[in-house]
Structure formats: structure tokens, C-alpha cells
């Protein structure tokens, strides 16, 4: 009698990597693709799930450089981490972190993201807000300006609107100070704008701001102090 045997395959399951689903497989060939395997399922009808993102927690801040744009995901995001929020229950958010590498007034934002963002700076996690927008980078994305000291740590939160979640782009644009031009009009620039043609302005130095007269004649103007203002008041209130 002649006896045969058969081959039992391994048993299959869905292997997934983050969100996406890399077929059904055995859990040797899932664990070869760096993949996490479920048995007993398989795609594309079992929907895999997505991990957290890598910056879910405050703790867990991603740095980002000036001038650099960079890419992150608020989907999955747990929201655990949650402070007070932005906008109207904008719960799912995500954190970045930027050392600031000059002292003046930097502009940072959400430009270009895939939804609805809300934008918060705060001096540390679990810190005092320091700045919240919605809705600064038309349609629906965000923009905050503050006053930066260089050397000091930033704490970024990326959230959505009405917890709505995608994919977003966060950018940390150069800092400006006060320029004054030729004409004595006092506006915000970087240096090398403020010199260049067509401004050929002057710079008064890191963290040096405009104001804007408060009462008399020049109500209204942008100013570095009293004498912009023939003697009224200048407030140092201005963000642009």
C-alpha cells in the first residue's frame, strides 16, 4: 500500500500596515513585510485598522525646522492629550514642537492641509495658550502670529474643526521685525525683504515690533513709538 500526505498550508489572515491592507497571507510571509497579521480574515473585506500617529501625545512632539514644511495625519489621533480646545470640539489633535531661532514675530501655519484645521502655540505641553486660530489661511485653514524669544521652545497642536481629521502641512515661516521705510511708515518684514528692492527699508533689530497710534492726528498709523505718533500713544498691539 502506498501512502501519500498531503499539505496542510498554514493558516492565512489579512496582513495589514497601518490603514492599508498588503493582502491575505500567512502569518510567516505578513511578519516578513514588517506587517501586523489578523487570522482568519482576509482582505479586501476585513478593514484594517490605523495606528495612532507618531505625534498623538504632547510627550511625543515631532520638531520642526523654520522655513521647512512638514507633512503629518491627524487620522486616528486619539485625543487623549487634549487641553482646552481651539475651536468648536476640535478633540483629535496632533503635536509639533519648534525652537525658535530668532526673536521677532513669526507667522506659523496650516496652508495647504487636506481639511478643516484649528492651530494652537503654547509655551509647554499642558501650558499656557498663546495663540488659537480657525480660520487665518483662506479657505479653511489656519494661521497664528506671535512674538518669539530665541532659544525658547514652542509647543504646536494640530487639530480639525468639528473633530474632522485628514491630512495636514505645518510651516514655520522666518521671523520678522519692525521696517521702517524710506516714506517713515512702519510695516513687519524679514531683513532681507526689508533691505531689497522695491522696500530699500531699514531694520531696527531682533524683537523690535510696530505699534499703531492710538488717538491724535495719526490715529490709525503704524508706529515704533510716541514720535510716530505726533505725541499720542502707540500701541504695540499689532500682529501682522
Same mark, same amino acid.
Given at each position: 500500500?502506498?501512502?501519500?500526505?498531503?499539505?496542510?498550508?498554514?493558516?492565512?489572515?489579512? @496582513?495589514?500596515?497601518?490603514?492599508?491592507?498588503?493582502?491575505?497571507?500567512?502569518? $510567516?510571509?505578513?511578519?516578513?513585510?514588517?506587517?501586523?497579521?489578523?487570522?482568519?480574515?482576509?482582505?479586501?473585506?476585513?478593514?484594517?485598522?490605523?495606528?495612532?500617529?507618531?505625534?498623538?501625545? @504632547?510627550?511625543?512632539?515631532?520638531?520642526?525646522? %523654520?522655513?521647512?514644511?512638514? #507633512?503629518?495625519?491627524?487620522?486616528?489621533?486619539?485625543?487623549?492629550?487634549?487641553?482646552?480646545?481651539?475651536?468648536?470640539?476640535?478633540?483629535?489633535?496632533?503635536?509639533?514642537?519648534?525652537?525658535?531661532?530668532?526673536?521677532?514675530?513669526?507667522?506659523?501655519?496650516?496652508?495647504?492641509?487636506?481639511?478643516?484645521?484649528?492651530?494652537?502655540?503654547?509655551?509647554?505641553?499642558?501650558?499656557?495658550?498663546?495663540?488659537?486660530?480657525?480660520?487665518?489661511?483662506?479657505?479653511?485653514?489656519?494661521?497664528?502670529?506671535?512674538? $518669539?524669544?530665541?532659544?525658547?521652545? *514652542?509647543?504646536?497642536? $494640530?487639530?480639525? *474643526?468639528?473633530?474632522?481629521?485628514?491630512? *495636514?502641512?505645518?510651516?514655520?515661516?522666518?521671523?520678522?521685525?519692525?521696517?521702517?521705510?524710506?516714506?517713515?511708515?512702519?510695516?513687519?518684514?524679514?531683513?532681507?525683504?526689508?533691505?531689497?528692492?522695491?522696500?530699500?527699508?531699514? %531694520?531696527?533689530?531682533?524683537?523690535?515690533?510696530?505699534?499703531?497710534?492710538?488717538?491724535?492726528?495719526?490715529?490709525?498709523?503704524?508706529?515704533?513709538?510716541?514720535?510716530?505718533?505726533?505725541?499720542?500713544? @502707540?500701541?504695540?498691539?499689532? #500682529?501682522?
Amino acid at each position: 500500500m502506498t501512502l501519500s500526505c498531503s499539505i496542510i498550508p498554514p493558516p492565512s489572515g489579512a @496582513c495589514c500596515d497601518d490603514g492599508a491592507c498588503l493582502g491575505t497571507k500567512s502569518e $510567516v510571509d505578513c511578519q516578513s513585510q514588517n506587517g501586523t497579521w489578523f487570522p482568519a480574515v482576509s482582505c479586501p473585506s476585513f478593514a484594517c485598522p490605523i495606528s495612532p500617529p507618531p505625534n498623538d501625545l @504632547c510627550a511625543d512632539c515631532i520638531r520642526v525646522e %523654520t522655513g521647512v514644511e512638514y #507633512h503629518g495625519r491627524t487620522r486616528a489621533a486619539t485625543g487623549t492629550d487634549i487641553t482646552i480646545g481651539c475651536v468648536s470640539n476640535d478633540r483629535f489633535d496632533v503635536w509639533n514642537c519648534w525652537t525658535a531661532d530668532c526673536t521677532g514675530r513669526v507667522s506659523i501655519t496650516t496652508c495647504g492641509s487636506s481639511f478643516d484645521t484649528s492651530l494652537a502655540v503654547y509655551d509647554q505641553c499642558g501650558g499656557t495658550r498663546l495663540a488659537c486660530n480657525d480660520d487665518g489661511c483662506p479657505p479653511f485653514q489656519s494661521k497664528v502670529t506671535l512674538d $518669539v524669544t530665541e532659544g525658547t521652545t *514652542y509647543t504646536i497642536r $494640530v487639530a480639525g *474643526y468639528n473633530s474632522t481629521v485628514g491630512d *495636514y502641512t505645518l510651516k514655520v515661516e522666518e521671523c520678522k521685525n519692525a521696517c521702517c521705510l524710506p516714506t517713515g511708515v512702519c510695516g513687519h518684514a524679514t531683513p532681507s525683504v526689508c533691505e531689497a528692492s522695491p522696500i530699500f527699508g531699514t %531694520t531696527l533689530g531682533p524683537g523690535s515690533l510696530c505699534g499703531v497710534c492710538s488717538g491724535g492726528p495719526n490715529n490709525g498709523r503704524k508706529c515704533v513709538d510716541a514720535l510716530d505718533c505726533a505725541g499720542s500713544f @502707540c500701541a504695540y498691539d499689532l #500682529h501682522d
